[in-house]
């Protein structure tokens, strides 16, 4: 099954020609579309950072760039905003009808929690698609993951994307195994006939993620005399 993956660029990395050579090395490596942002360089990191975003011309000109690079036209360029907590909704919404003219192929604004909002930037890009981040703790709140997902696409988001959930499972996966294993230290007579199994992925699965067939047959015809 082929799945289309997308990563993020940051920021470009630089000015527009710096855009340029991204968008290249990205569409070089295989991927079918990047992020690219409208933050000042270097960018800030975290939610309880004052936010600096460049002037929309510049990243007019950063989109025009990256569109100019993509050889294939199927090559999702997928613009992120930040302006709505550094400027507001008005310059957010401006924003985004200057980024879809320049060419985004969807629009992914940053920092929206109220349906109002969300509205005002799905009716601004117009027939581009608009994207919503839900990190692990979402910001547009709901009753449950399902309602969340089904409110959003009633208001005419087009794509949810879920930074940090794999991770954010991941870290807690193996702090449930810690505490298991410190608190059969501190009491011996604790026991679970179901642990540690229960939190490891199976040997099979290990196998086809880390492709042993292929390392095997590739060993066998190298190391093998």
Not at 145 to 160: C, E, N, P, W
Request: aromatic share 6%; charged share 25%; hydrophobic share 45%.
């Amino acid at each position: 099954m082929d799945i289309p993956l997308t990563a993020d660029a940051d920021a470009g990395y630089g000015n527009p020609l710096n855009v340029y050579y991204t968008v290249r090395q990205f569409e070089d490596a295989g991927l079918s579309g990047v992020n690219l942002e409208d933050q000042v360089t270097p960018r800030r990191w975290g939610a309880l950072v004052a936010t600096e975003v460049i002037s929309p011309a510049e990243m007019v000109r950063k989109i025009e760039a990256a569109c100019m690079a993509r050889r294939d036209d199927d090559f999702v360029i997928i613009v992120r905003t930040d302006a709505f907590a550094a400027e507001g909704l008005s310059a957010t919404l401006a924003r985004v009808r200057d980024y879809v003219a320049a060419g985004a192929d969807v629009i992914l604004p940053m920092g929206l929690s109220h349906d109002t909002d969300i509205s005002s930037v799905v009716s601004a890009a117009k027939d581009v698609p608009v994207s919503i981040s839900l990190s692990t703790h979402p910001a547009v709140g709901s009753s449950g993951f399902g309602a969340l997902i089904d409110r959003l696409s009633g208001l005419g988001v087009r794509r949810a994307s879920l930074p940090q959930w794999l991770s954010s499972a991941a870290v807690k996966a193996m702090t449930d195994v810690c505490d298991h294993i410190m608190t059969f230290e501190s009491n011996r007579r604790y026991n679970d006939p179901t642990f540690p199994i229960r939190h490891f992925a199976s040997g099979d699965v290990l196998r086809d993620l880390l492709d042993a067939e292929g390392v095997e047959l590739i060993e066998g015809r190298l190391l093998t005399r």
